[in-house]
């Protein structure tokens, strides 16, 4: 399977603890994004990565969240000191440049996180 | 700012008969417009994609949509409901920063 590939698919934790989702994108894409859907609501966007890069930001994305993309491949999304209302499922895709051919993105399965 | 509205949050049809999912979007320009589909514990999966070209746009599994400028709208449409359709809907728009913006969703319930 060439897809997205998130781990883990569920994680619960306590309030308070740190909490880490990896991401690994389709091989030849360059873009990778993170979204955040919470229940009964659409996916909300988080960050993206151009290569290594990160361009931008939501401001849904407080000082608690960071994302990585060290080497251009996989991506890391870092919640510290966790609190009930981040519990949500987390979700990554990827596609490729802006006017290509193939810029549409695609998803992986989610990460459902659960903040007790 | 790019937005879009799905009209309805459920839409429940019997097995058979036609589908519309409705969507308003806006937009200060020509916009890309996708339609995704989630099925329970699943990925999003692309169903569709105007990006400008045809207006009335064929995707997966029998699906079909028209873009009206007039209207602003972009709605789903499939001729034949199927069991397997039942799931969670979103039309979306991209941004020219290539971020997607999701609609609230539709759950769409097949009536046997």
């Known amino acids: 399977d060439t897809g997205v590939s998130q781990d883990p698919r569920h994680k619960i934790t306590k309030r308070g603890q740190n909490v880490t989702f990896r991401c690994d994108p389709i091989?030849?894409?360059?873009?990778l994004y993170w979204y955040r859907q919470t229940l009964g609501q659409g996916p909300e966007f988080l960050t993206y990565f151009q290569n290594e890069a990160q361009l931008e930001k939501s401001r849904l994305l407080s000082d608690r969240f960071s994302a990585e993309r060290p080497k251009g491949s996989f991506s890391t999304l870092e919640i510290q000191r966790t609190e009930q209302g981040d519990s949500a499922m987390y979700l990554c895709?990827?596609?490729?440049?802006?006017?290509?051919?193939?810029?549409?993105?695609?998803f992986g399965p989610g990460t459902r996180l659960t903040v007790l | 700012a790019q937005s879009v509205t799905q009209l309805d949050s459920h839409v429940s049809v019997s097995e058979g008969t036609p589908v519309l999912l409705r969507c308003n979007y806006s937009?200060?320009?020509?916009?890309?417009l996708f339609w995704y589909v989630q099925h329970p514990n699943k990925g999003l999966q692309l169903l569709l994609k105007?990006?400008?070209?045809?207006?009335l746009v064929k995707g997966i599994n029998g699906f079909e949509a028209e873009f009206k400028k007039s209207e602003t709208s972009f709605h789903l449409t499939k001729p034949s409901a199927h069991m397997s359709d039942a799931a969670e809907y979103f039309c979306v728009v991209r941004t020219r920063a290539q971020k997607l913006v999701f609609g609230q969703g539709t759950r769409l319930t097949i009536n046997p």
């Open positions: 105007y990006t400008s070209a045809a207006t």
């Open positions: 895709a990827s596609s490729g440049l802006a006017g290509s051919s193939y810029n549409e993105q695609f």
């Open positions: 937009s200060s320009y020509s916009p890309s």
């Open positions: 091989s030849e894409h360059n873009r």
